[in-house]
């Protein structure tokens, strides 16, 4: 009886561990960034070239599973034009939201959601993700602080590219999200649901310009340089 309790509990707690370890549905990462959090954006991937790529990964629990009209949401701080080719601004998250119908998930990570006064919201359309029977996907989780690559998933996904070039831009940071109409079966019901969905905070993409010494740091290098030599002329 002992022995049943037991395995009962490690099955409960192998169910719940593989849960929490499932691969999201829906992922934004950059190729070749590092995990890492730039100011009040935690747990995300980093890109500071002024071109690169991100592969835009949905993921399928099954063949009869939809992912649609799916999205590429890019948000930056508040700006009056629209700098990215393709996409349709708007005052906010909440405000591109509006114009889906139906529910729409999220998970009001930084800085998606944030409020009009902060940043702009960009849609840019990708149509639908295809089931592609034997192609395997990838959990890229920034969590794991440090990593540059993703780790192998035994789900069946689609993967499509995106190519960016910032180098003409005068942003100094980009956010990128992905929402799409996914409908999937909820649990072993049979009951099948369709709502919005949005890629987990901690599978989310951030590009920031490199950084550059401002005048007051460089003089004070400077300063500290010339002194470390006129110590060794002393010294010597």
Same mark, same amino acid.
């Given at each position: 009886?002992?022995?049943?309790?037991?395995?009962?509990?490690?099955?409960?707690?192998?169910?719940?561990?593989?849960?929490?370890?499932?691969?999201?549905?829906? %992922?934004?990462?950059?190729?070749?960034?590092?995990?890492?959090?730039?100011?009040? #954006? #935690?747990?995300?991937?980093?890109?500071?070239?002024?071109?690169? %790529?991100?592969?835009?990964?949905?993921?399928?629990?099954?063949?009869? &599973?939809?992912?649609?009209?799916?999205?590429?949401?890019?948000?930056?701080?508040?700006?009056?034009?629209?700098?990215?080719?393709?996409?349709?601004?708007?005052?906010?998250?909440?405000?591109?939201?509006?114009?889906?119908?139906?529910?729409? %998930?999220?998970?009001?990570?930084?800085?998606?959601?944030? @409020?009009?006064? %902060?940043?702009?919201?960009?849609?840019?359309?990708?149509?639908?993700?295809?089931?592609?029977?034997?192609?395997?996907?990838?959990?890229?989780?920034? #969590?794991?602080?440090?990593?540059?690559?993703?780790?192998?998933?035994? @789900?069946?996904?689609?993967?499509? &590219?995106?190519?960016?070039?910032?180098?003409?831009?005068?942003?100094?940071?980009?956010?990128?999200? &992905?929402?799409?109409?996914?409908?999937?079966?909820?649990?072993?019901?049979?009951?099948?649901?369709?709502?919005?969905?949005?890629?987990?905070?901690?599978?989310?993409?951030?590009?920031?310009?490199?950084?550059?010494?401002?005048?007051?740091?460089?003089?004070?290098?400077?300063? @500290?340089?010339?002194?470390?030599? @006129?110590?060794?002329?002393?010294?010597?």
């Amino acid at each position: 009886m002992c022995s049943l309790k037991k395995l009962f509990l490690v099955s409960v707690l192998f169910g719940l561990s593989m849960s929490a370890y499932a691969t999201p549905t829906l %992922q934004v990462h950059g190729v070749g960034s590092v995990a890492g959090s730039i100011s009040n #954006d #935690d747990d995300t991937w980093f890109l500071s070239g002024a071109t690169g %790529q991100l592969e835009l990964i949905a993921t399928f629990g099954s063949a009869d &599973m939809k992912i649609e009209n799916a999205f590429l949401v890019l948000t930056t701080s508040a700006i009056n034009n629209n700098p990215f080719a393709g996409s349709t601004k708007y005052d906010s998250a909440a405000a591109f939201e509006a114009t889906l119908s139906g529910t729409v %998930q999220t998970n009001n990570h930084s800085p998606y959601g944030l @409020g009009a006064s %902060q940043i702009d919201t960009f849609a840019y359309s990708l149509g639908d993700f295809t089931y592609n029977a034997g192609t395997a996907t990838k959990d890229c989780n920034a #969590d794991i602080a440090g990593t540059t690559t993703c780790a192998a998933s035994a @789900g069946t996904g689609d993967i499509k &590219m995106f190519a960016y070039d910032y180098s003409a831009l005068a942003l100094d940071w980009v956010h990128f999200d &992905m929402l799409a109409y996914v409908t999937d079966e909820k649990g072993n019901s049979g009951k099948w649901v369709s709502t919005w969905e949005i890629n987990p905070g901690s599978h989310d993409t951030t590009w920031k310009r490199t950084s550059v010494p401002e005048t007051s740091s460089l003089l004070l290098l400077m300063v @500290g340089l010339f002194g470390l030599v @006129g110590f060794k002329r002393k010294s010597s």
